[in-house]
């Protein structure tokens, strides 16, 4: 039921973009110069590097475990 | 030393930086002549700055310790501690640089503040070829604890006394007012302090990892 709900809710908001191609909406990832989307991609960047720093960490555990 | 094998922190480490990542760019920022939104940088280059100053402060406390007790430990948290300041020195140090082109007009310009961030990194430097140079383990150890423990006051006089003393363009020197005085409002001051924390806490984390490392692979030479 969920899973339906969301297909839906994304089709639908896809069928409105398509519409709405080159008028420009109050859509927050568009606003500002799009900085927005640079802030994102930098996000996704730090999460990326700190998820792999914790690998690191973990992998190093897991190492010093053995050692023991 | 317990809490170096725990998360909490590292995961607070994570969140203060992120938080900053985005804050530092959407949140306003006073606007200022010639700084423009490159006034944003002191949210990133600041934090290098003290995060640097934090490790090689940690490395010296602990080649003070292995002084005292001799451990072999103590020695291979400074040496570790050191190799992590050395690369945030390096960002802090490029990234000033990059700010110093669209802010000062020139990459470098022969500031004082840039000449004795040079000297200093070359005294850091100096840290690494002295403990290459010594053979012998506790020979090197104690010599390279006695010059950490001489190398970290004087970088700290070239870097926040001496440039202070003459003209500098960079903020904060030679009657050249820090960003703390004028140009930095409370909104700014909601993301350079998690940024300095969060930092910080990355750069210890980076160096217990290097030291955890070099602990294993001291036991497997040893071995």
């Not at chain 2, 700084?35 to 080649?63: D, K, Q």
């Not at chain 2, 960002?91 to 000062?104: F, K, N, P, S």
Request: charged content about 15%.
């Amino acid at each position: 039921m969920m899973k339906r709900l969301i297909c839906l809710l994304i089709m639908l908001t896809g069928y409105a973009s398509a519409f709405a191609q080159d008028i420009e909406m109050a859509d927050t990832m568009r606003s500002e110069g799009k900085i927005y989307v640079v802030v994102g991609t930098i996000a996704i960047l730090f999460i990326g590097l700190a998820i792999y720093l914790f690998t690191i960490d973990k992998r190093l555990s897991r190492l010093e475990k053995h050692k023991d | 030393m317990k809490f170096i094998y725990q998360s909490w922190w590292k995961i607070l480490a994570v969140l203060l930086v992120g938080y900053t990542l985005i804050a530092g760019f959407l949140l306003p920022v006073p606007k200022l002549p010639i700084l423009h939104e490159t006034i944003r940088n002191v949210y990133f280059h600041v934090p290098m700055w003290m995060a640097m100053f934090v490790v090689f402060g940690i490395s010296v406390w602990y080649s003070i310790k292995y002084l005292i007790t001799g451990k072999e430990e103590y020695d291979l948290i400074a040496i570790e501690s050191v190799n992590t300041g050395i690369v945030f020195y390096i960002l802090g140090l490029v990234t000033g640089m990059l700010w110093a082109r669209y802010a000062w007009g020139e990459y470098w310009s022969n500031d004082p503040k840039q000449n004795s961030a040079a000297i200093a990194f070359l005294l850091y430097c100096a840290y690494l070829v002295l403990r290459n140079a010594v053979d012998e383990e506790q020979k090197r150890a104690r010599i390279s604890a006695i010059y950490n423990i001489f190398a970290f006051p004087i970088m700290v006089v070239l870097l926040l006394i001496l440039p202070r003393m003459t003209d500098s363009l960079h903020p904060g020197n030679g009657g050249n007012p820090a960003f703390g005085k004028y140009d930095m409002d409370s909104t700014m001051r909601m993301v350079f302090y998690p940024a300095c924390i969060g930092w910080i806490f990355m750069a210890v984390w980076i160096a217990t990892l290097r030291y955890r490392i070099r602990l294993i692979e001291n036991k497997n030479n040893s071995l």
